[in-house]
């Protein structure tokens, strides 16, 4: 290759990853939303809700669920899992505030056994107090997701309709404050490229995410594939929990809700790099060479295109600008879906950045023995430390 070219060469690499994740990566960029409920399913849903120090959001949460328009059965048991903060009153005077205290049942958590996290210790109780209710559906939900009117009737609908064991929607997140309107579009744009929906439906890929904040589950093919102690160590729960049905042989659906919603709120950049940094490294297996290539990555797909329009080079301008413009196209539909103006969509490199340096202090804090602190417990830590 001529010399004059071989710098050409190098900064045509970041345009053709974009291209390949435009054209290749299985649309993930157009990602679906739940489509409203088009049957009247009468299933009966357990919804179990693992809630530690939530009282700020526990009744808007418990009252979204127990409030629904729904045409089959649906209680709601809170799992409290050792919280200082009244969480558990908070669930109570809210199910009686709207005269539904009957179908609202609050455990107080065991103690947490080794080997198990917090949040999956407190929803494998939440399982077992609503087997002996027999439920259709079995629904994971956040103790700080505010449930749309009909969003269970829509999620029963789409796994009758479709015949999936497991539909799961990212809700809609928080994007009242300036960080939040600058970072969050892109923890769902990440996401979704780490997980692509078509794929994840696809029953012949092995790819499979969920949306912890809400997912409904049968509970037959979450006790064939071994149930919750299965993944009982697992951070990222939702993923794990899909991949475990996955290979179950069950059939999952992933997608957008535009009307269920986080109650939590993010108010600084730090809020929500920490929120990134507490599963970032365990996403990638703890392992450092991993860690060197997905920075580096970053770096190239996201960093490098607008850097190439400062080299003077016409030829590698040009190349940095196709880049930029590819990756800004894909990640325009999510900056309207949070409606967003959108020049929000320019930001992409600098928040990659922000992305990769939460990445590499994930990876900090877990060789430091804090790894995947959530609610005063570190949940990703060596297992030495842990013996």
Not at 104 to 116: I, Q, R, Y
Not at 172 to 180: F, H
Not at 344 to 351: E, T
Request: glycine fraction near 8%.
């Amino acid at each position: 290759m001529p010399a004059w070219l071989e710098p050409c060469a190098a900064a045509a690499v970041p345009l053709l990853i974009w291209l390949y994740l435009a054209l290749f990566r299985g649309g993930f960029w157009r990602p679906r939303t739940l489509p409203p409920a088009a049957i009247a399913a009468r299933a009966r849903v357990a919804a179990i809700v693992p809630a530690r120090n939530e009282a700020e959001h526990i009744a808007r949460a418990v009252q979204s669920l127990l409030a629904q328009r729904f045409q089959g059965e649906l209680r709601v048991f809170v799992v409290d899992d050792g919280s200082t903060d009244g969480t558990a009153a908070a669930a109570r005077a809210a199910a009686a505030a709207i005269g539904a205290s009957e179908r609202l049942t609050v455990l107080s958590g065991a103690p947490l056994p080794p080997g198990w996290t917090g949040k999956l210790w407190a929803m494998s109780q939440g399982v077992q107090a609503a087997a002996a209710w027999q439920p259709d559906y079995l629904l994971f939900t956040d103790a700080d997701i505010a449930h749309a009117p009909d969003g269970v009737a829509a999620l029963v609908s789409q796994a009758v309709i479709t015949g999936r064991d497991l539909v799961s929607v990212m809700v809609r997140l928080s994007s009242a404050t300036w960080a939040e309107r600058c970072l969050i579009p892109a923890f769902v744009f990440f996401f979704f490229k780490l997980y692509p929906p078509r794929w994840i439906a696809a029953a012949d890929a092995r790819t499979a995410g969920a949306a912890g904040g809400c997912m409904l589950v049968r509970p037959a093919v979450l006790e064939r594939a071994g149930g919750l102690a299965a993944i009982r160590g697992r951070i990222i729960d939702d993923c794990a929990l899909a991949g475990l049905l996955k290979r179950a042989g069950g059939s999952l659906w992933l997608g957008l809700s535009d009307t269920t919603r986080s109650l939590r709120v993010y108010g600084r950049f730090a809020d929500i790099g920490a929120m990134i940094s507490r599963t970032a490294f365990h996403q990638l297996r703890h392992n450092w060479l991993l860690l060197a290539g997905s920075l580096a990555g970053l770096l190239v797909t996201y960093v490098v295109p607008p850097l190439l329009l400062l080299t003077g080079d016409p030829l590698c301008m040009a190349l940095g600008a196709a880049a930029w413009a590819v990756m800004t196209l894909c990640y325009l539909p999510l900056v309207r879906f949070y409606r967003l103006p959108a020049a929000y969509a320019l930001l992409l490199p600098g928040v990659a950045l922000f992305y990769a340096a939460a990445t590499l202090h994930s990876a900090i804090r877990y060789a430091r023995g804090r790894g995947g602190e959530w609610k005063g417990r570190a949940q990703d830590v060596r297992r030495s430390e842990t013996g």
